[in-house]
């Protein structure tokens, strides 16, 4: 969908010429199209598979984040819920929460494999 909304961008400023440029109706949907791409790629973050772990810790950091105490991702949650919380205002933040997600995931694995390796070895005394 992201590659979607920059193609119509382009198209967009590739036909619009001159002053029309300028108006604030051209301004106002850029400026549109541009939070709604930043909020494309935060759900994208939001839904990662890592951000669920046992704990909830990075769903309660995201929480905290918004101030937002009920908020859960579920196929039930309306992306004008989330919308609606501005997720734009908190870009980086958010983009640092997956991130750690992501490192976390990474670690998990490394840690399963070590322990999948070592959980037959027997040493001996």
């Known amino acids: 969908m992201e590659d979607t ?5 382009k198209n967009l400023t590739s ?5 029309v440029r300028k108006t604030d109706t051209y301004l ?26 046992d704990d909830d810790r990075h769903w309660e950091a995201i929480r905290k984040l918004l101030t937002a105490p009920d908020l859960k991702m579920d ?12 997720l734009d205002n908190f870009d980086e933040p958010i983009k640092d929460i997956g991130e750690q997600s992501k490192q976390e995931g990474k670690m998990k694995i490394a ?15």
Not at 5 to 9: A, E, L, R, T, V
Not at 15 to 19: D, E, L, S, V, Y
Not at 75 to 86: F, G, I, N, Q
């Open 75 to 86: 196929e039930d949650t309306e992306l004008k819920v989330l919308w609606d919380l501005e």
């Open 15 to 19: 036909n619009i010429k001159g002053q």
């Open 111 to 125: 840690l399963d494999k070590i322990e999948l390796f070592w959980v037959d070895c027997e040493f001996e005394p």
């Open 28 to 53: 106002d949907f850029f400026k549109y199209l541009k939070k709604w791409t930043v909020f494309l790629e935060l759900i994208v973050e939001l839904v990662d598979e890592n951000m669920t772990v």
């Open 5 to 9: 909304i920059k193609k119509s961008k």
